[in-house]
Protein backbone atom coordinates (compact mmCIF):
# COMPACT_ATOMS: atom_id res chain seq x y z
CA UNK A 1 0.00 0.00 0.00
CA UNK A 2 1.22 3.66 -0.69
CA UNK A 3 1.71 5.57 2.18
CA UNK A 4 0.71 8.85 2.17
CA UNK A 5 1.75 12.33 4.10
CA UNK A 6 -0.18 12.46 6.84
CA UNK A 7 -0.13 16.35 6.88
CA UNK A 8 -2.42 15.95 3.43
CA UNK A 9 -5.09 15.50 6.00
CA UNK A 10 -7.75 17.88 8.21
CA UNK A 11 -8.17 17.41 11.39
CA UNK A 12 -11.86 15.85 10.68
CA UNK A 13 -10.00 13.49 8.50
CA UNK A 14 -7.59 12.35 10.61
CA UNK A 15 -9.98 11.90 13.25
CA UNK A 16 -11.97 9.56 11.25
CA UNK A 17 -8.42 7.47 10.10
CA UNK A 18 -8.05 7.03 13.89
CA UNK A 19 -11.01 5.53 14.71
CA UNK A 20 -10.69 3.51 11.67
CA UNK A 21 -7.34 2.51 13.01
CA UNK A 22 -9.61 1.07 16.32
CA UNK A 23 -7.99 4.46 18.38
CA UNK A 24 -9.87 6.75 20.76
CA UNK A 25 -10.93 10.12 18.79
CA UNK A 26 -9.11 12.08 21.47
CA UNK A 27 -5.60 10.72 19.84
CA UNK A 28 -6.02 13.23 16.96
CA UNK A 29 -5.17 16.05 18.66
CA UNK A 30 -2.30 14.55 20.39
CA UNK A 31 -0.90 13.46 16.83
CA UNK A 32 -1.82 17.06 15.27
CA UNK A 33 -0.07 18.78 18.17
CA UNK A 34 3.46 16.56 17.25
CA UNK A 35 2.95 17.25 13.74
CA UNK A 36 2.27 21.18 13.93
CA UNK A 37 3.50 22.24 17.39
CA UNK A 38 6.52 20.33 18.33
CA UNK A 39 7.18 19.80 14.44
CA UNK A 40 8.36 16.18 14.55
CA UNK A 41 9.48 13.86 11.90
CA UNK A 42 8.55 10.65 13.21
CA UNK A 43 6.12 9.07 14.56
CA UNK A 44 8.54 7.26 17.26
CA UNK A 45 8.69 10.67 18.58
CA UNK A 46 5.32 10.86 19.47
CA UNK A 47 6.10 9.66 22.81
CA UNK A 48 2.71 9.95 24.28
CA UNK A 49 1.08 7.64 22.24
CA UNK A 50 1.35 4.11 22.18
CA UNK A 51 3.95 1.76 20.41
CA UNK A 52 0.62 -0.25 18.84
CA UNK A 53 -0.58 3.29 17.45
CA UNK A 54 2.77 4.63 16.39
CA UNK A 55 3.34 1.60 14.26
CA UNK A 56 0.00 1.43 13.18
CA UNK A 57 0.39 4.99 11.87
CA UNK A 58 3.62 4.15 10.62
CA UNK A 59 2.11 1.76 8.40
CA UNK A 60 -0.50 3.88 6.37
CA UNK A 61 1.63 7.40 6.54
CA UNK A 62 4.83 9.20 6.53
CA UNK A 63 5.89 12.64 7.84
CA UNK A 64 6.92 14.73 4.56
CA UNK A 65 9.39 17.61 4.64
CA UNK A 66 10.56 20.16 2.00
CA UNK A 67 13.95 19.76 1.03
CA UNK A 68 15.54 23.77 1.77
CA UNK A 69 17.57 24.16 -1.65
CA UNK A 70 18.35 28.09 -1.71
CA UNK A 71 17.63 30.80 1.17
CA UNK A 72 18.40 34.52 -0.11
CA UNK A 73 17.75 37.27 2.10
CA UNK A 74 17.16 41.09 0.66
CA UNK A 75 18.20 43.75 1.48
CA UNK A 76 14.93 45.43 3.45
CA UNK A 77 14.73 41.68 5.30
CA UNK A 78 12.71 40.31 3.38
CA UNK A 79 13.54 36.26 2.30
CA UNK A 80 13.15 34.04 -0.47
CA UNK A 81 13.12 30.10 0.03
CA UNK A 82 13.78 27.99 -2.87
CA UNK A 83 12.19 24.41 -1.93
CA UNK A 84 12.59 21.36 -3.27
CA UNK A 85 9.71 18.87 -3.75
CA UNK A 86 9.93 14.85 -3.08
CA UNK A 87 9.76 14.34 -6.84
CA UNK A 88 12.27 17.24 -7.96
CA UNK A 89 9.95 20.01 -8.69
CA UNK A 90 11.03 23.56 -6.92
CA UNK A 91 8.96 26.20 -5.69
CA UNK A 92 9.85 29.02 -4.02
CA UNK A 93 7.98 31.03 -1.09
CA UNK A 94 8.66 34.29 0.50
CA UNK A 95 8.51 35.76 4.13
CA UNK A 96 7.76 39.74 4.19
CA UNK A 97 8.66 40.70 7.73
CA UNK A 98 6.71 44.50 8.73
CA UNK A 99 6.48 45.85 12.27
CA UNK A 100 4.55 43.21 14.18
CA UNK A 101 4.03 40.59 11.50
CA UNK A 102 5.68 38.21 9.71
CA UNK A 103 3.60 37.24 6.45
CA UNK A 104 4.72 34.16 4.55
CA UNK A 105 3.26 34.08 0.40
CA UNK A 106 2.90 30.71 -0.41
CA UNK A 107 3.20 29.05 -3.59
CA UNK A 108 0.64 26.57 -4.49
CA UNK A 109 1.67 25.14 -7.80
CA UNK A 110 4.65 24.19 -9.61
CA UNK A 111 4.39 26.41 -12.34
CA UNK A 112 1.18 27.75 -13.53
CA UNK A 113 -1.39 27.47 -16.68
CA UNK A 114 -2.88 30.89 -17.06
CA UNK A 115 0.38 33.00 -18.78
CA UNK A 116 0.08 36.78 -17.66
CA UNK A 117 2.22 38.80 -18.88
CA UNK A 118 3.42 40.54 -15.90
CA UNK A 119 4.54 36.97 -14.15
CA UNK A 120 7.91 34.97 -14.61
CA UNK A 121 5.54 31.96 -12.76
CA UNK A 122 3.09 32.46 -15.90
CA UNK A 123 6.42 32.42 -18.15
CA UNK A 124 7.07 28.62 -16.73
CA UNK A 125 4.11 27.11 -18.24
CA UNK A 126 2.10 24.38 -15.61
CA UNK A 127 3.90 21.34 -14.17
CA UNK A 128 1.40 20.27 -11.18
CA UNK A 129 -0.74 20.75 -8.20
CA UNK A 130 0.67 20.93 -5.03
CA UNK A 131 -0.39 18.23 -2.27
CA UNK A 132 -2.13 20.27 0.86
CA UNK A 133 1.01 19.13 2.84
CA UNK A 134 3.54 20.82 0.07
CA UNK A 135 1.23 24.18 0.62
CA UNK A 136 1.26 24.03 4.57
CA UNK A 137 4.79 22.81 4.41
CA UNK A 138 6.20 25.76 3.34
CA UNK A 139 5.09 27.22 6.81
CA UNK A 140 5.60 24.84 8.46
CA UNK A 141 9.07 24.69 7.24
CA UNK A 142 9.81 28.64 8.63
CA UNK A 143 7.88 28.03 11.82
CA UNK A 144 9.52 24.98 12.86
CA UNK A 145 13.34 24.78 11.35
CA UNK A 146 13.86 28.50 10.72
CA UNK A 147 12.19 29.65 14.44
CA UNK A 148 9.74 32.44 12.06
CA UNK A 149 6.71 33.45 14.28
CA UNK A 150 4.42 33.37 11.36
CA UNK A 151 1.42 35.78 11.51
CA UNK A 152 -0.21 35.97 8.01
CA UNK A 153 -0.68 34.20 4.72
CA UNK A 154 -1.15 35.24 1.20
CA UNK A 155 -1.89 32.76 -1.38
CA UNK A 156 0.06 34.91 -3.68
CA UNK A 157 3.17 32.76 -4.58
CA UNK A 158 3.73 30.16 -7.85
CA UNK A 159 0.24 29.28 -9.05
CA UNK A 160 -2.99 29.67 -9.38
CA UNK A 161 -4.56 28.83 -5.98
CA UNK A 162 -8.00 28.59 -7.17
CA UNK A 163 -7.00 26.28 -10.06
CA UNK A 164 -6.11 24.00 -7.15
CA UNK A 165 -9.13 24.67 -5.61
CA UNK A 166 -9.45 21.27 -3.15
CA UNK A 167 -5.86 21.41 -2.13
CA UNK A 168 -5.81 25.30 -1.56
CA UNK A 169 -9.21 24.71 0.43
CA UNK A 170 -7.85 22.01 2.50
CA UNK A 171 -4.71 23.95 3.57
CA UNK A 172 -6.66 27.33 4.51
CA UNK A 173 -8.50 24.66 6.56
CA UNK A 174 -5.27 23.21 8.30
CA UNK A 175 -3.58 26.47 8.70
CA UNK A 176 -6.74 28.28 10.46
CA UNK A 177 -7.43 25.07 12.44
CA UNK A 178 -6.51 25.65 16.04
CA UNK A 179 -5.00 22.27 16.57
CA UNK A 180 -3.33 22.95 13.56
CA UNK A 181 -1.76 25.73 12.96
CA UNK A 182 -3.59 28.19 14.48
CA UNK A 183 -3.64 31.32 11.92
CA UNK A 184 -7.11 33.37 12.25
CA UNK A 185 -8.83 33.36 8.98
CA UNK A 186 -8.81 37.21 8.74
CA UNK A 187 -5.06 36.67 8.14
CA UNK A 188 -5.12 34.53 5.45
CA UNK A 189 -5.92 36.36 1.58
CA UNK A 190 -6.14 33.96 -1.23
CA UNK A 191 -5.09 35.90 -4.20
CA UNK A 192 -6.78 34.79 -7.67
CA UNK A 193 -6.75 35.90 -11.53
CA UNK A 194 -10.00 35.23 -11.52
CA UNK A 195 -11.49 32.23 -11.55
CA UNK A 196 -15.18 32.72 -11.33
CA UNK A 197 -16.50 29.05 -11.16
CA UNK A 198 -14.05 28.59 -7.61
CA UNK A 199 -14.94 31.60 -6.73
CA UNK A 200 -18.48 30.50 -6.33
CA UNK A 201 -17.80 27.50 -4.65
CA UNK A 202 -15.52 29.42 -1.88
CA UNK A 203 -18.21 31.80 -1.21
CA UNK A 204 -20.41 29.01 -0.05
CA UNK A 205 -17.62 28.11 2.34
CA UNK A 206 -17.87 31.13 4.24
CA UNK A 207 -14.15 30.60 5.60
CA UNK A 208 -13.70 34.53 6.29
CA UNK A 209 -10.53 34.78 4.94
CA UNK A 210 -10.16 37.85 2.46
CA UNK A 211 -10.31 37.55 -1.52
CA UNK A 212 -7.85 39.40 -3.21
CA UNK A 213 -8.48 39.74 -7.31
CA UNK A 214 -5.53 40.25 -9.36
CA UNK A 215 -7.25 42.94 -11.92
CA UNK A 216 -4.61 44.96 -13.56
CA UNK A 217 -6.77 46.04 -16.14
CA UNK A 218 -10.34 47.68 -15.79
CA UNK A 219 -11.15 46.60 -19.63
CA UNK A 220 -12.09 43.71 -21.33
CA UNK A 221 -9.52 43.97 -24.06
CA UNK A 222 -6.59 44.80 -22.37
CA UNK A 223 -7.21 42.40 -19.39
CA UNK A 224 -6.98 39.89 -22.73
CA UNK A 225 -4.02 40.93 -23.53
CA UNK A 226 -2.54 40.79 -20.29
CA UNK A 227 -4.46 37.91 -18.87
CA UNK A 228 -5.73 35.63 -20.93
CA UNK A 229 -7.49 34.25 -18.25
CA UNK A 230 -10.08 37.00 -19.03
CA UNK A 231 -11.41 35.56 -22.49
CA UNK A 232 -12.42 32.68 -20.51
CA UNK A 233 -13.91 35.14 -17.76
CA UNK A 234 -14.49 38.08 -18.53
CA UNK A 235 -14.61 41.25 -16.23
CA UNK A 236 -18.52 42.17 -16.11
CA UNK A 237 -19.08 38.09 -14.97
CA UNK A 238 -16.07 38.41 -12.93
CA UNK A 239 -16.68 42.00 -10.85
CA UNK A 240 -20.47 40.21 -10.48
CA UNK A 241 -19.25 37.15 -8.69
CA UNK A 242 -17.14 39.26 -6.60
CA UNK A 243 -20.20 41.39 -5.71
CA UNK A 244 -21.97 37.90 -4.95
CA UNK A 245 -18.34 36.95 -3.01
CA UNK A 246 -18.73 40.41 -1.19
CA UNK A 247 -22.63 40.22 0.05
CA UNK A 248 -22.45 36.58 1.28
CA UNK A 249 -19.12 36.93 3.28
CA UNK A 250 -19.13 40.45 4.42
CA UNK A 251 -14.99 40.30 3.52
CA UNK A 252 -13.78 43.43 2.24
CA UNK A 253 -12.09 42.51 -0.91
CA UNK A 254 -8.95 43.53 -2.60
CA UNK A 255 -7.98 44.55 -6.06
CA UNK A 256 -4.50 43.98 -6.95
CA UNK A 257 -2.95 46.62 -9.57
CA UNK A 258 0.44 46.19 -10.93
CA UNK A 259 0.86 49.70 -12.69
CA UNK A 260 2.61 49.43 -16.35
CA UNK A 261 4.01 52.13 -17.81
CA UNK A 262 1.67 53.68 -21.27
CA UNK A 263 0.15 50.12 -20.61
CA UNK A 264 -2.69 50.67 -17.95
CA UNK A 265 -1.48 54.20 -16.35
CA UNK A 266 -3.81 56.56 -18.10
CA UNK A 267 -6.72 58.28 -16.51
CA UNK A 268 -8.69 56.73 -18.50
CA UNK A 269 -7.39 53.45 -16.53
CA UNK A 270 -7.90 55.00 -13.68
CA UNK A 271 -11.27 56.22 -14.05
CA UNK A 272 -12.06 52.34 -15.11
CA UNK A 273 -10.32 51.04 -11.98
CA UNK A 274 -12.28 53.25 -9.60
CA UNK A 275 -15.11 52.16 -10.59
CA UNK A 276 -15.27 48.86 -10.41
CA UNK A 277 -13.24 49.70 -6.68
CA UNK A 278 -16.25 51.76 -5.59
CA UNK A 279 -19.15 49.29 -6.77
CA UNK A 280 -17.35 46.52 -5.13
CA UNK A 281 -16.48 48.99 -1.77
CA UNK A 282 -12.96 47.35 -2.55
CA UNK A 283 -9.64 48.57 -1.77
CA UNK A 284 -7.10 49.01 -4.77
CA UNK A 285 -3.52 47.31 -3.80
CA UNK A 286 -1.44 49.27 -6.30
CA UNK A 287 1.72 48.01 -7.01
CA UNK A 288 4.39 49.20 -9.19
CA UNK A 289 5.54 47.08 -12.27
CA UNK A 290 8.82 44.88 -11.07
CA UNK A 291 11.65 43.68 -13.51
CA UNK A 292 10.78 39.95 -14.84
CA UNK A 293 13.31 38.26 -17.02
CA UNK A 294 11.45 38.58 -20.39
CA UNK A 295 9.59 41.00 -20.39
CA UNK A 296 9.99 44.62 -21.08
CA UNK A 297 7.27 46.29 -19.21
CA UNK A 298 8.63 49.02 -16.87
CA UNK A 299 6.58 50.95 -13.81
CA UNK A 300 5.83 54.67 -14.26
CA UNK A 301 8.00 57.31 -12.81
CA UNK A 302 6.95 58.37 -9.34
CA UNK A 303 5.06 61.71 -10.77
CA UNK A 304 2.85 59.35 -13.19
CA UNK A 305 2.32 56.92 -9.84
CA UNK A 306 1.14 59.87 -8.30
CA UNK A 307 -1.05 61.33 -10.42
CA UNK A 308 -2.22 58.27 -10.76
CA UNK A 309 -3.26 58.01 -7.20
CA UNK A 310 -4.48 61.42 -7.17
CA UNK A 311 -7.52 60.39 -10.28
CA UNK A 312 -8.50 57.46 -7.85
CA UNK A 313 -8.78 59.04 -4.87
CA UNK A 314 -10.21 62.32 -6.36
CA UNK A 315 -13.43 59.81 -7.60
CA UNK A 316 -13.49 58.69 -3.98
CA UNK A 317 -11.89 54.87 -4.69
CA UNK A 318 -9.76 53.42 -1.85
CA UNK A 319 -6.26 53.40 -2.97
CA UNK A 320 -2.96 52.16 -1.27
CA UNK A 321 0.62 51.86 -2.86
CA UNK A 322 1.99 48.48 -1.70
CA UNK A 323 5.59 49.13 -0.99
CA UNK A 324 7.68 47.16 -2.92
CA UNK A 325 10.29 44.28 -1.26
CA UNK A 326 12.20 41.81 -1.63
CA UNK A 327 13.01 42.98 -5.51
CA UNK A 328 17.01 42.66 -5.45
CA UNK A 329 16.38 38.99 -4.84
CA UNK A 330 13.68 38.19 -7.41
CA UNK A 331 11.22 37.76 -4.21
CA UNK A 332 8.29 40.61 -5.25
CA UNK A 333 4.88 40.00 -7.17
CA UNK A 334 5.26 38.50 -10.57
CA UNK A 335 8.98 37.65 -10.10
CA UNK A 336 8.86 33.77 -8.87
CA UNK A 337 9.90 31.66 -11.12
CA UNK A 338 10.85 28.53 -9.16
CA UNK A 339 13.81 27.93 -11.09
CA UNK A 340 17.41 26.45 -10.35
S1 LIG B 1 -0.12 36.12 -11.99
FE1 LIG B 1 -0.85 34.28 -10.94
S2 LIG B 1 -2.29 33.37 -12.42
FE2 LIG B 1 -1.05 34.83 -13.59
S3 LIG B 1 0.64 33.58 -14.42
FE3 LIG B 1 1.34 34.47 -12.46
S4 LIG B 1 0.92 32.89 -10.93
FE4 LIG B 1 -0.30 32.40 -12.76
Same mark, same amino acid.
Given at each position: M ?23 A ?21 S ?6 ? =??L ?19 G ?15 T??I =? ?5 T ?7 G ?10 ? =? ?13 G ?42 C ?19 ? =? ?31 Y ?22 E ?12 D ?8 N ?8 I????V ?48
Amino acid at each position: MKKEDIKNLTSDELRKKVVVLKESAYRTDQILSWLYVKGVKSFAQMSNLTPELQ =KKLANSFYIGELELAERLISNDGTQKFLFKLEDGNFIETVLI =KATGRETVCVSTQAGCKFACKFCASG =KKGFIRNLKPSEITGQIVYLKHKLNFHVTNIVFMGMGEPLDNYLNTVKAVKIINDEKCLNIAARRITISTCGIIPAIK =KLKNLNLQINLSISLHAADDKLRSRLMPVNKKYPLKKLINEVENYFKATNRKITLEYILMKSINDSKCDAEGLARIANQLKATINLIPCHEVTGHNLTAPDKDAIDRFIKHLRRLEANVTLRVSKGTDIGGACGQLAGKK
